[in-house]
C-alpha cells in the first residue's frame, strides 16, 4: 500500500474504501472484506449515517486498531466550537474507538464562516489533547480555505475534494501544494458523473478505455492509477467485493507520461457535486444523532 506523510508526520494510506450513500445494512461487510483484501484507510463521516456500521466492521476483522486509519467529518449542524467538541464524541461513540485518525470539516460552510471557524479552533484542540491525529478540511475552496489559515494556527494536513479526470481543480491542488496539504480526491473515478445525471460518464469515455486495454486494466483502475501517479489520496466507494478488491489492484502497473497527460487533458472545468458555497445550514441542516 502506498502512503503519504501528511504535514504534521503522520504516515496515511493513498487509497482507502469510501462509504458515501453505503447502505447501513451493507456497509459493516464492505468494511470488513476491504480489511480483509487488504485495504488499510476507511473514510466516512456524520453525515453519511453509517459510522457505527464502520466500527462494526473494522471490530469483525480482529485487526490491531493501530492498524486501521479511521476518517471521518463533521457536518455543518454541528459547527460551532462546544457543538464540534461533541460531534467528536458522537462520532468516535458510534465509531467504537478513543481516537480518530483524521477529522474534517465537511463543508465550509460560507454562510456562517464564523461557525466554521470555531468548528476548526475545536478540531485543533482535539489535535492537541490527542484525540485525532490529524485534522483537515473538505470542499473547501482557496477563498475560504485562506481565510481559515488567516484565523486559525493549524494548516489542515487533508482537503477533500471532488476531483476526477472531468473536473480536476488545478488551481487549489496547486494551492494545496504550495501549503502542505494533501489533496484527497472524493468521486475519483468519475461516478457522481453518473448518478448525478451526468451526460457523460468518465467509465465509458474512449481515451480512459483506450488506456485501460493497453494495461489489460479496468477504466475505474486507470483512473485510481492516475490519482496516485499525480500524488492524491483516493477513496473510491463500493459494497461489491470483486469491485473493493478491483480497486485495490492498481500498483502493479504505471501509466506513462503520455497517457497522464492525455487524462490531465480530459478536464473539463464543470463539477458535477454541489457547489460548496450552497450547502447552508437552511438547505443542508439536520440533526445529527446521538451516539
Keep these: 500500500m502506498q502512503t503519504a506523510t501528511l504535514n504534521n508526520g503522520i504516515t496515511m494510506p493513498m487509497l482507502g474504501l469510501g462509504v458515501f450513500q453505503s447502505p447501513p445494512d451493507a456497509t459493516a461487510a464492505a468494511v470488513e472484506e476491504a480489511v480483509r483484501v487488504g485495504y488499510r484507510l476507511i473514510d466516512t ?6 459510522e457505527r456500521e464502520v466500527g462494526e466492521g473494522i471490530r469483525r476483522t480482529g485487526i490491531a486498531r493501530h492498524d486501521i486509519f479511521v476518517e471521518t467529518k463533521v457536518w455543518i449542524s454541528d459547527y460551532g466550537y462546544d457543538a464540534t467538541l461533541h460531534a467528536f464524541d458522537k462520532s468516535a461513540r458510534k465509531l467504537g ?14 454562510s456562517r464562516f464564523d461557525l466554521a471557524i470555531d468548528a476548526y479552533k475545536a478540531l485543533e484542540v482535539l489535535l492537541a489533547e490527542g484525540k485525532v491525529r490529524a485534522i483537515g478540511v473538505s470542499n473547501f475552496m482557496p477563498e475560504p480555505l485562506q481565510r481559515l489559515l488567516a484565523e486559525t494556527s493549524v494548516v489542515p494536513a487533508v482537503n477533500q475534494i471532488e ?31 453518473s448518478y448525478y445525471g451526468g451526460e457523460r460518464s468518465t467509465f465509458d469515455d474512449p481515451v480512459l478505455q483506450a488506456i485501460a486495454r493497453e494495461h489489460g486494466k479496468s477504466t475505474a483502475q ?28 492498481v500498483f502493479d502497473f504505471q501509466l506513462s507520461a503520455d497517457e497522464v497527460a492525455e487524462i490531465d487533458a480530459m478536464d ?15 438547505n443542508y441542516g439536520r440533526d445529527i444523532p446521538e451516539a
Excluded at 268 to 282: A, H, K, Q, W
Aim: hydrophobic residues 40%; without cysteine; proline residues 7%.
Design 45 to 50: 463521516a456524520a453525515a453519511y449515517a453509517n
Design 97 to 110: 474507538i478513543e481516537q480518530i485518525d483524521l477529522l474534517l470539516l465537511h463543508q465550509p460552510l460560507t
Design 163 to 193: 476531483v476526477h479526470p472531468y473536473f480536476q481543480q488545478k488551481d487549489l491542488q496547486r494551492l494545496h501544494a504550495e501549503l502542505g496539504i494533501l489533496t484527497q480526491a472524493w468521486s475519483p473515478m468519475g461516478g457522481i458523473t
Design 222 to 249: 486507470v483512473m485510481l492509477r492516475w490519482h496516485l501517479q499525480e500524488g492524491r489520496a483516493v477513496i473510491p466507494k463500493s459494497i461489491k467485493p470483486a469491485r473493493i478488491a478491483e480497486n485495490l489492484e
Design 268 to 282: 473539463t472545468g464543470v463539477r458535477s457535486g454541489p457547489e460548496p458555497d450552497s450547502i447552508r445550514l437552511d
